[in-house]
């Protein structure tokens, strides 16, 4: 019985960034409407923020109980596309629908081109499944660092209202086409502490801070951005 409950705690874990993910989904529908101090797109943004937490303890705690199964791994996936996958495209979906009618309910044409991100997620997540060479890093962008850049991009958008059609479509393709891209980038796992060797870790947790205390929830956009950029980097020095 123990040995049944122990091997059920990672699974556990994940299923509560499925329900984080599902929440992020409802609040996403209400994007306009206040709950509190805050608007539901907000508090999207928050749930995701959980679903990413439980996301990394899931792991952790497979990995510290020693409780690895080939249904955790699946429901990982599953989990993941919901949280970081549709999630963040029904965002950037009453976005677009806000920016284009001032009402995230009353649907504009160019709302749809959000679709594209978890169609990208569910074939970056797909591909990493059966692909033994993503064990220490990864090809394509990771699905939960897209779902970061979506929060940011959605904060921007709404701190500087530079919002254009044809500007958010593109950005929407691109960096869902990244996902799915052969475009090498380091993990952001740490295995030691050792400063040289996590050089490119420790300068990304330095640039989130300060994108962050600059930009606010816009700074995670930059910060993305950034690993984008010193992943290429680290691959042309290879």
């Excluded at 990864?138 to 904060?155: C, D, K, Q, R």
Aim: glycine share 6%.
């Amino acid at each position: 019985m123990l040995g049944r409950i122990k091997n059920n705690i990672p699974n556990t874990i994940t299923c509560l960034n499925l329900i984080s993910g599902a929440l992020a989904i409802i609040f996403a529908f209400h994007y306009s409407e206040t709950f509190g101090a805050l608007q539901g797109y907000q508090w999207a943004f928050i749930c995701i923020g959980a679903a990413a937490v439980f996301d990394f303890c899931d792991g952790a705690c497979a990995r510290l109980l020693h409780a690895y199964s080939d249904l955790g791994k699946e429901l990982d996936s599953l989990s993941d596309l919901v949280s970081f996958g549709l999630a963040p495209a029904m965002i950037m979906f009453g976005t677009i629908n806000y920016f284009n009618t001032g009402n995230a309910l009353t649907l504009s044409p160019w709302a749809f081109t959000a679709l594209v991100i978890p169609v990208m997620g569910a074939l970056r997540l797909a591909k990493f499944n059966i692909d033994t060479r993503q064990t220490t890093s990864f090809i394509g962008l990771p699905i939960p660092a897209a779902a970061i850049f979506w929060i940011g991009l959605t904060g921007w958008l709404h701190r500087t209202e530079a919002f254009n059609n044809w500007v958010v479509a593109a950005v929407v393709i691109v960096m869902s086409l990244m996902m799915v891209s052969n475009v090498n980038m380091y993990s952001l796992k740490f295995k030691n502490f050792n400063f040289r060797e996590n050089f490119r870790r420790y300068m990304l947790i330095l640039a989130a801070i300060v994108f962050v205390i600059t930009e606010g929830v816009s700074g995670l956009a930059w910060t993305i951005i950034f690993y984008i950029l010193s992943s290429c980097l680290k691959h042309r020095e290879a």
